[in-house]
T-cell receptor, first 114, second 117 residues
Framework: SQQGEEDPQALSIQEGENATMNCSYK?????LQWYRQNSGRGLVHLILIRSNEREKHSGRLRVTLDTSKKSSSLLITASRAADTASYFC??????????????FGQGTILTVHP | EAGVAQSPRYKIIEKRQSVAFWCNPI?????LYWYQQILGQGPKLLIQFQNNGVVDDSQLPKDRFSAERLKGVDSTLKIQPAKLEDSAVYLC???????????????FGPGTRLTVL
C-alpha cells in the first residue's frame, strides 16, 4: 500500500514562481526522499532528509520534515519550464530489516508555464 | 558512470502470454529493486534483492510473477501468464548495499512500458 500522500495532486504555475508540494505519511520513518519523474522516464533522486533533520537545501530545492506531524514539504524556488514533471515522496521505515526499502506516494504533477 | 539499463523499453502482448524484462544495475550496487508503476500512481515495490538473495517479495503476485538475480548482478522479471491489469511501467532500480536500518538513494532505469491487450 502507498504510505505517502502528496498534496496537491496537480500544480500549475508560471515560470519564476515558487512551487510547494506536501507529503504526509503514516508510520515512523528513518528517512524521507523526494524523486522527480519526467514523462516517459525513470525516477531521479532529488534529496534525502533523515528523521533527525528538520530542513535541507540543495540548489533551488528546500525540504522540510516534521516528524511530529508526519509530514514533509518540497519547495522549488524560481521554477523553470524544465521543472515540469511528477514529484514523488518516498519513505523509509524505521526499525526492522528495512534494507533501504522505500514506499512511494502517488505523486504531484507540476506544470510550469513559460 | 553508466546508469541502470533496462530492456526492452516497450512491449505489447496479448493476455495469457508470457513476457520477460531485463535489468542491469549500476556496477557495485548490491541492492536491486523491481517496481510496478500503474499510470497515475507511484511506483510499487514488487521485489528487492540483496546481492542474489531475496529480501522482500511480499507484494509480488507469485502465482504469475517471478524474478531472479543470478550471480548478484543482472536480474530478470517474468510474468506468466499476463493479465490486462499487468499493463504498467516496470522500473528497475539499484542502490549501494542496504544494511538493516540503512538508507541510500535509489537509481532508476528508464523502465519498460508493458501493454497487455
Amino acid at each position: 500500500s502507498q504510505q505517502g500522500e502528496e498534496d496537491p495532486q496537480a500544480l500549475s504555475i508560471q515560470e519564476g514562481e515558487n512551487a510547494t508540494m506536501n507529503c504526509s505519511y503514516k508510520t515512523s520513518i528513518n528517512n524521507l526522499q523526494w524523486y522527480r519523474q519526467n514523462s516517459g522516464r525513470g525516477l531521479v533522486h532529488l534529496i534525502l532528509i533523515r528523521s533527525n533533520e528538520r530542513e535541507k537545501h540543495s540548489g533551488r530545492l528546500r525540504v522540510t520534515l516534521d516528524t511530529s506531524k508526519k509530514s514533509s514539504s518540497l519547495l522549488i524556488t524560481a521554477s523553470r519550464a524544465a521543472d515540469t514533471a511528477s514529484y514523488f515522496c518516498a519513505t523509509g521505515r524505521a526499525g526492522g530489516t528495512s534494507y533501504g526499502k522505500l514506499t512511494f506516494g502517488q505523486g504531484t504533477i507540476l506544470t510550469v508555464h513559460p | 558512470e553508466a546508469g541502470v539499463a533496462q530492456s526492452p523499453r516497450y512491449k505489447i502482448i496479448e493476455k495469457r502470454q508470457s513476457v520477460a524484462f531485463w535489468c542491469n544495475p549500476i556496477s557495485g550496487h548490491a541492492t536491486l529493486y523491481w517496481y510496478q508503476q500503474i499510470l497515475g500512481q507511484g511506483p510499487k515495490l514488487l521485489i528487492q534483492f540483496q546481492n542474489n538473495g531475496v529480501v522482500d517479495d511480499s507484494q509480488l503476485p507469485k502465482d504469475r510473477f517471478s524474478a531472479e538475480r543470478l550471480k548478484g548482478v543482472d536480474s530478470t522479471l517474468k510474468i506468466q501468464p499476463a493479465k490486462l491489469e499487468d499493463s504498467a511501467v516496470y522500473l528497475c532500480a539499484s542502490s549501494l548495499v542496504g544494511l538493516a536500518g540503512s538508507y541510500n538513494e535509489q537509481f532508476f532505469g528508464p523502465g519498460t512500458r508493458l501493454t497487455v491487450l
